[in-house]
T-cell receptor, first 113, second 111 residues
Framework: DSGVTQTPKHLITATGQRVTLRCSPR?????VYWYQQSLDQGLQFLIQ???????AKGNILERFSAQQFPDLHSELNLSSLELGDSALYFC????????????FGPGTRLTVL | AQRVTQPEKLLSVFKGAPVELKCNYS??????LFWYVQYSRQRLQLLLR??SRESIKGFTADLNKGETSFHLKKPFAQEEDSAMYYC?????????????FGKGTKLSVKP
């Protein structure tokens, strides 16, 4: 499968903990985007990386951070987790050209208890 | 501020009926608009984008800059069209490549 992949599919953890979500972009794509989908806020853009460098930041909390590695996979780190962080986290990738189509991964469902 | 509004949370139609999913946007620049679809338990997929002017699965959308709208239309709905539909606005400039999503409309097509 040459599409966007995300691991894990599901993650259950406790408040105060730290988790890492992983994303592998489509082959050839240089840009990776992270989105948070919750019932009340809908789909919210968090952050974008292009070829290893941060390109754009959205509504990302200071407790959250991300990075893109030389092999272009990306990780989203969520720390000091709160109940309200429970959501579906999507990764998307694109070639990185201006407003190119973004292709989404299946998402990671995070549950904070 | 940039914003995408989808006024209907839920739209229910019968098979064979026309369907229109509304999307309005607020953006001072030149808009790049998309419709994404999410079928049950599947990932978001691009349905269409206005710049390509394509018709996908019988759906079309026309950008109306005067009304700042990008409504999605299909003349005859099918049961397999039941899904969540998201309108998205692509931003240039400082948030290059970023998509602003509407809250989505759930389309239910009844037999």
């Amino acid at each position: 499968d040459s599409g966007v992949t995300q691991t894990p599919k599901h993650l259950i953890t406790a408040t105060g903990q730290r988790v890492t979500l992983r994303c592998s972009p489509r082959s050839g794509d240089l840009s990776v985007y992270w989105y948070q989908q919750s019932l009340d806020q809908g789909l919210q853009f968090l952050i974008q990386y292009y070829n290893g460098e941060e390109r754009a930041k959205g509504n990302i909390l200071e407790r959250f951070s991300a990075q893109q590695f030389p092999d272009l996979h990306s990780e989203l780190n969520l720390s000091s987790l709160e109940l309200g962080d429970s959501a579906l986290y999507f990764c998307a990738s694109s070639t990185g050209r201006l407003i190119d189509t973004q292709y989404f991964g299946p998402g990671t469902r995070l549950t904070v208890l | 501020a940039q914003r995408v509004t989808q006024p209907e949370k839920l739209l229910s139609v019968f098979k064979g009926a026309p369907v229109e999913l509304k999307c309005n946007y607020s953006y001072s620049g030149s808009p790049e608009l998309f419709w994404y679809v999410q079928y049950s338990r599947q990932r978001l997929q691009l349905l269409l984008r206005h710049i390509s002017r394509e018709s996908i699965k019988g759906f079309t959308a026309d950008l109306n800059k005067g009304e700042t709208s990008f409504h999605l239309k299909k003349p005859f709905a099918q049961e397999e069209d039941s899904a969540m539909y998201y309108c998205a606005l692509g931003l240039y400039g400082g948030s290059q490549g970023n998509l602003i999503f509407g809250k989505g409309t759930k389309l239910s097509v009844k037999p």
